[in-house]
């Protein structure tokens, strides 16, 4: 009987490799995950951030169309709906005593939009209110 040498690779050799490849690929998956969730966050940070602006110019167009005086002082929370329900928004208008920063023999208001999603800030944006 002849026998014929077969070429390829043994039943052990492929489960050796496969094994292998197992336990390499753990740590890479891991990572994975991890970027997932750090793009996530980003997503958080870039709408809040949006939405903070948005706030901000909304006060500055109230100032410039109905005057200094329709900024009123104190806090209010705005309910926002929609895909941006997941998110608060406050807004803080305070005198100067707490804020600082007013020109010599101006009025001023300090103003900060303050953007959050669970419980968590994710955008502030912060600025100064000035009436000549």
């Known amino acids: 009987m002849i026998y014929k040498r077969q070429s390829g690779f043994s039943l052990i050799?492929?489960?050796m490799v496969v094994i292998i490849m197992a336990v390499?690929?753990?740590p890479i998956?891991?990572?994975?995950t991890q970027v997932a969730s750090s793009a996530l966050?980003?997503?958080d940070i870039q709408t809040a951030s949006q939405l903070a602006q948005e706030r901000a110019e909304d006060i500055l167009a109230l100032r410039r169309n109905q005057g200094y005086a329709a900024?009123?002082?104190g806090t209010t929370t705005d309910v926002l709906t929609g895909e941006y329900a997941s998110f608060s928004r406050r807004v803080t208008v305070t005198?100067?005593?707490t804020f600082g920063g007013c020109?010599?023999?101006a009025t001023c208001k300090g103003v900060t939009v303050t953007v959050s999603r669970a419980l968590k800030k994710r955008a502030e944006?912060?600025?100064v209110l000035v009436d000549y």
Not at 29 to 32: D, F, I, K, S, Y
Request: proline share 4%; no cysteine.
């Open 95 to 97: 005198e100067p005593t």
């Open 29 to 32: 998956l891991g990572q994975l």
């Open 125 to 127: 944006v912060t600025y």
């Open 41 to 43: 966050i980003d997503e």
């Open 13 to 15: 050799e492929l489960i």
């Open 24 to 26: 390499a690929s753990v």
């Open 71 to 73: 900024v009123t002082l």
């Open 103 to 105: 020109a010599t023999g």
